[in-house]
Nanobody, 128 residues
Framework: QVQPVESGGGLVQAGGSLRLSCAASGRTFSSYPMGWFRQAPGKEREFVAAISRSGGSTYYEDSVKGRFTISRDNTKNTVYLQMNSLNFEDTAVYYC?????????????????????WGQGTQVTVSS
């Protein structure tokens, strides 16, 4: 069982920054590919970023490339999402997700269904 728990959300002005954290239980955290997704009001949940088990490979949704950075610290069982240059369209509930199966095709990282365990989400609100 893996239980991701997100933190770090809040209210920020446009152009500001936030860092989200996701602490995940599990003795083999370093073997879990991890992802961040978000869901804005009235919209479906969408992929934001993902990171491989070692942290050597990262993946981003086009609208966040160059602004968001995903990273992980396997010694702390934690994944981070550094969000810079935030804009109103980034307002959403952000979810952390864990995949416990190996990844053989990088397209898997982008798929919501590829992740078995999800956190409760943390709200990010960007004011204009």
């Amino acid at each position: 069982q893996v239980q991701p728990v997100e933190s770090g959300g809040g209210l920020v002005q446009a152009g500001g920054s936030l860092r989200l954290s996701c602490a995940a239980s599990g003795r083999t955290f370093s073997s879990y590919p991890m992802g961040w997704f978000r869901q804005a009001p009235g919209k479906e949940r969408e992929f934001v970023a993902a990171i491989s088990r070692s942290g050597g490979s990262t993946y981003y949704e086009d609208s966040v490339k160059g602004r968001f950075t995903i990273s992980r610290d396997n010694t702390k069982n934690t994944v981070y999402l550094q969000m810079n240059s935030l804009n109103f369209e980034d307002t959403a509930v952000y979810y952390c997700a864990a995949r416990t199966e190996p990844v053989y095709d990088s397209s898997v990282y982008y798929r919501e269904a590829a992740y078995a365990y999800w956190g409760q989400g943390t709200q990010v609100t960007v004011s204009s």
